[in-house]
């Protein structure tokens, strides 16, 4: 059975749920959790019909198999009845993370596999640290997030015939249609990440601004319902007077776009208003500033904060949150001809504040500070933006932790509750006054950075920080280290990874 989109080459298993309670003679391949012993001398523990396990256990060569974390063994004891055994390691180590990364290396490696189905014997992955409801959560999750490629280039992999078979997943005694909701509400938010990982992994000679925006239009317009869209060209942008998009616009070509989506559900459960907004910079070669050749090759994904932004709208308005939420996206790219904007320029934002600009290649901030202003005069309760902001944050948290910075500790409290809750890595930074004091410009209102080699990360903040209005509760995410490179992930392809699109949801549906 194939199911791919009609355009992107990919692979899209479907999942489904049967009530079965014991493994038996069938044409699927049986998948069984298999938990080491606690002396790390005996055979496994294995959750299944005592004389299958007796059975199991006579051949001789399945001695070897210990059940270490990831440890694989296919045993075929007739042409029809394959089982697969997947290693947890210890049962009272085994955590959501982990056993989320096992099995979505099981899923790579099974992907393109001529197989009909691979039936998931969930019993066989419970413990005291994972119910039925967190196996299935789990194992929905990862199954689109492990099959995911970005291949549409490969002239080879579009003439291969693209191979997919169908994921069972079996429950013993929950109730069906709740488990095929929990299952539904997990592979929205999969494929809003795989959705997300399409637009940072494009090509940047396709996807500039008014590609983006078109893209993003036409996904909301086939997939989401109650969603308002408001797409700003460059007339309208000049009467917004969005000036600092302007300035990082002018050494284009290409137009830029700003895009609002405005949710409002049928029946809001709450009086509350959560804005997302992203950094859009759909290619980044510093502007005069200009990057070195190294720092320049990847800067296709300096716009991972939009579709980061727009991933986690996409599956909480899929999944039917009960929230209003708006979702502001400010799409350019950042390059250089002779009307480019130079460093000791005087721009006036869109706030009418003065700035400053003393290096081009900070030119995230500039656009997010317009985007600001905008967004807070929609007067939501809360703003959280995510960009790609600094290489500062990289050197600080490196490539596998989200840096965090925010004016209100109660929203810090509940982003990092949230992270925690699906398993994704947050810290958060300091903002204090003598960082403010560093911003000040002689000669303007603020600079767009501070002093060279001191809080990179805190600056670009900072910066963002000096246009929210009205006192709201406000909070910055620099993906920067995490929106792509995360191939210690088995659940993570090459490019980008998504990340914090989960967190963002978790946020949402506890706000």
Same mark, same amino acid.
Request: proline share 3%; hydrophobic share 40%.
């Given at each position: ?24 003679? #069938? ?5 069984? @959790? ?11 523990? &294995? $959750?299944?019909? *005592? ?21 694989? =063994? ?9 089982? !697969? ?21 099981? =899923?790579?490696?099974?992907? @393109?596999?001529?197989? %009909? ?46 191979? #997919?078979?169908?994921?069972?997943? %079996? ?10 909701? !929990? ?82 559900? %049928?029946?809001? *459960? ?19 500033? &200009? $990057? ?29 949150? +009960? ?34 600009? &003393? ?41 596998? =932790? ?26 958060? !930074?300091?903002?204090?006054? +003598? ?11 603020? $600079?767009?950075? @501070? ?10 903040? &900072? ?18 280290? =995490? ?29």
């Amino acid at each position: 059975m194939k199911r791919q989109s009609k355009n992107d080459h990919k692979i899209h298993s479907e999942i489904l749920i049967e009530q079965i309670s014991h493994i038996s003679e #069938s044409k699927t391949l049986w998948i069984v @959790g298999a938990f080491a012993s606690k002396d790390d001398k005996s055979g496994p523990t &294995l $959750k299944i019909d *005592k004389n299958l396990k007796k059975q199991i256990e006579e051949f001789s060569w399945f001695q070897s198999f210990k059940g270490t974390m990831g440890q694989q =063994v296919v045993m075929t004891l007739n042409p029809k009845f394959n089982i !697969l055994f997947l290693g947890l390691g210890k049962e009272d180590e085994i955590t959501s993370e982990k056993l989320r990364r096992t099995f979505a290396g099981l =899923v790579k490696g099974l992907k @393109g596999k001529d197989l %009909t189905t691979a039936t998931l014997f969930t019993e066989s992955f419970l413990s005291k640290n994972i119910s039925e409801n967190e196996f299935i959560s789990i194992a929905s999750e990862c199954i689109p997030l492990a099959e995911y490629d970005f291949l549409k280039y490969k002239t080879s992999h579009k003439k291969e015939e693209k191979k #997919s078979f169908d994921f069972i997943i %079996t429950y013993k005694s929950a109730n069906k249609s709740k488990l095929q909701e !929990l299952i539904s509400q997990k592979v929205n938010v999969a494929r809003s990440m795989n959705f997300a990982r399409d637009l940072v992994n494009e090509c940047p000679m396709v996807l500039h601004a008014t590609e983006m925006a078109k893209r993003i239009a036409d996904d909301v317009k086939a997939n989401l319902k109650n969603v308002k869209v408001t797409i700003l060209d460059k007339k309208a942008i000049e009467k917004e007077k969005m000036n600092l998009l302007l300035a990082v616009n002018a050494g284009s070509t290409e137009e830029p776009r700003f895009i609002h989506l405005h949710y409002r559900p %049928t029946k809001p *459960k709450n009086k509350k208003h959560i804005a997302l907004v992203g950094k859009g910079v759909t290619y980044d070669t510093g502007g005069y500033s &200009l $990057k070195p050749a190294t720092g320049m090759a990847g800067m296709k994904g300096d716009m991972a904060g939009a579709a980061t932004v727009y991933g986690a709208f996409r599956a909480a308005i899929l999944n039917g949150i +009960e929230t209003e939420l708006s979702c502001v996206m400010v799409l350019t790219d950042n390059k250089v001809n002779g009307s480019g904007v130079v460093p000791d320029a005087i721009i006036t934002a869109r706030s009418g504040k003065t700035v400053e600009i &003393l290096n081009t290649d900070a030119e995230g901030r500039l656009i997010l500070a317009d985007a600001m202003d905008y967004t807070c005069d929609l007067k939501p309760d809360v703003i959280v933006d995510a960009a790609t902001l600094t290489g500062a944050m990289i050197v600080s948290l490196g490539v596998h =932790v989200c840096g965090l910075f925010s004016n209100n500790d109660e929203l810090v409290a509940k982003l990092k509750a949230s992270a925690l809750n699906v398993d994704e890595y947050l810290w958060q !930074l300091p903002i204090v006054q +003598e960082y403010r004091d560093d911003m000040k410009s002689k000669i303007a209102d603020i $600079k767009n950075i @501070g002093s060279p080699g001191r809080n990179g990360s805190a600056s670009g903040a &900072l910066f963002i920080e000096a246009f929210v209005k009205n006192n709201i509760p406000w909070a910055h995410l620099d993906i920067a280290g =995490v929106a792509d490179s995360q191939t210690h992930l088995p659940y993570c392809s090459h490019g980008a990874s998504a990340l914090m699109v989960r967190t963002l949801v978790d946020f949402m549906n506890h706000y």
